[in-house]
C-alpha cells in the first residue's frame, strides 16, 4: 500500500544546494513529490520555505527516505515527541538508533524542542532529565535512553549564506594555487574577527611546519596571540624540538638544505634531551629548550594535546599514548568557545578533529596534497576551506598579513 507524509525545509535552500539534495533524494528512493508552498527568499538574510507531500511505495521506504531527509534538514511537518529506547548494554544501542550529523539538533522531549549539546558527527544522543546530548557509542550505558527513527528530530544544516563576511569566493572546496594571496588576506580577516568577537582559534599541526621552514612564523602567530589551542601528534614536537636545539629536522639542516653528518640521531637526542628534563615545560623552565613552538606554546600558555601513535619514537613525556584518552582531550578543547580551526598538513589529525567539530566552527585547511581536503568534505566537515600550497609559505605570508 502506497505512503505518504508531508515535509518542510527553510532556511538559504536554494544557495546551499539543499534543495536539489532532497529532490535527488526522493527520486533515488522512486518516490514522488509535490509542492505545496515555496516560499522564495527575497534578500541575503531572508530563508527560503518548501512544505511539500511525498508519496513513496509503502510506509517502510517512506520511513527510511524521512530518515535520510532530516540530513538536509527536512522534516515531517506534523509534531511527534522523539522515540526513546533503552540501550541494551554497554556500548550497544537499539539498531534503529539516530546516528548523529555534524549540524545544529533539536529533539521534541516532553512536547519542547530541545536543543542538542556537545553536537558532533558519528555519535547517538541521550535524553535525559529533558536535556539531549551527543555521546559516542563506547562510552553508551545500559539502561540509557537512546533517541531512534527519525521523528521528533529536526536538523539545521550550516547553510552557505550569500556572503559570509566577504568569503563567499572561499566557497569552493580547494583554492587553487594562483590565489593564495587572496585567500590568505580573507584568512587573516577572518582570525581577527573572531579574536574580536572572544572566540578562540585551534590550530592542527604537521611535522611538515617544521620541514617547510614555518616555525618561525608559527611561532609568531602564537606571540601576537593567534592560536589559543595546539593539537598535533608526537612529530610535531619531536622535530620542532630538533630543530631548536640542532637546526635540523630529521636530520637535514633547513637553512643549508643538506643532510648533515650523524644527523640522523639528532631527533633521538632532542627526545632524549626532554626525557632528562622531564618533559616540555620542565624543559622551557630550566632553560634546556628556548626557541621553538613548543617553547612558544609553554611560554605563552597555549593550550596544546599531542596524540601519539604506532609509530611515534620515544615518545615524548607530554604525549597521550592511550587514543581514547587523547581523543577526549582533543574534544574537550575543541568546546572550548574554538570558533576556527586551522589544519596545516596532518592529514590524520586533521580529519579526526574534523569529526568532532559541529559545521558552525570554520575550518581552514592547508596542504600540498588537494586530496586531503577532499577526504575531509566527504567525511562530512563540509565548512571546509582548502588552500592547496607549502605550509610554509602560506604561514610566512598569514603572518606577514597579521603583522600589517
Known sequence: MAASDTIEAQGHLIDSGLLSAIFDKIIEFKASYEILTFDIGRTNDDPSRIEMRINAADAAVLDELLQQLTTFGAHPLRERDATVKPAEK??????????????????????????????RMDAVIIAAN??????????VRAGEPVICGHEGIRVTPEFRE?????????????????????????????????????????????????HTGGVEHFCELIR??????????????????????????????????????????????????????????????????????????????????????????????????????????????????VQLVLMLSSMLHSIGVG????????????????????????????????VVTDVGLFLHRLAERLRS
Not at 529533558?130 to 562510552?139: M, P, S, V, W
Not at 637553512?255 to 632532542?270: D, L, P, S, T, Y
Not at 567539530?357 to 581536503?373: E, F, M, Q, T
Request: net charge negative.
Open 355 to 386: 569529526n568532532m567539530l559541529p559545521s558552525w566552527v570554520r575550518v581552514v585547511c592547508v596542504d600540498i596534497n588537494p586530496a586531503v581536503v577532499t577526504k575531509l568534505s566527504d567525511r562530512g566537515s563540509a565548512q571546509t576551506v582548502g
Open 130 to 139: 529533558g536535556r539531549a546530548a551527543c555521546r559516542k557509542l563506547r562510552d
Open 224 to 337: 601576537h596571540g593567534y592560536v589559543d589551542i595546539v593539537l598535533a601528534g608526537n612529530a610535531l614536537a619531536v622535530h620542532d624540538v630538533e630543530f631548536a636545539m640542532s637546526g635540523t629536522s630529521l636530520g637535514i639542516d633547513l637553512i643549508a638544505g643538506a643532510a648533515v653528518e650523524q644527523g640522523h640521531r639528532n631527533h633521538m637526542a632532542a627526545i632524549n634531551s626532554i626525557n632528562r628534563a622531564g618533559g616540555i615545560r620542565q624543559a622551557v623552565e630550566s632553560g634546556v629548550l628556548t626557541s621553538g613552538v613548543m617553547y612558544e606554546c609553554i611560554t605563552h600558555n597555549v593550550e596544546y594535546v599531542l596524540a601519539g601513535s604506532i609509530r611515534d619514537d620515544g615518545p615524548l613525556p607530554d604525549t597521550v599514548m592511550d587514543l581514547i584518552e587523547a581523543q577526549e582531550r582533543y574534544a574537550a578543547a575543541l568546546t572550548q568557545n
Open 162 to 210: 550569500r556572503d559570509r563576511l566577504g568569503f563567499a569566493f572561499m566557497s569552493n572546496d580547494v583554492s587553487s594555487e594562483r590565489r593564495v594571496e587572496g585567500v590568505v588576506s580573507k584568512i587573516a580577516e577572518m582570525m581577527r574577527h573572531v579574536k574580536k568577537g572572544g572566540g578562540r582559534i585551534a590550530v592542527v599541526a604537521g611535522p611538515v611546519v617544521v
Open 90 to 119: 554497554d556500548c550497544c544501542v537499539p539498531d534503529d538508533f539516530y546516528s548523529t550529523t555534524n549540524h545544529r539538533t533539536h529533539v521534541r522531549l516532553g512536547g519542547k524542542w530541545v536543543e542538542v549539546e556537545g553536537q
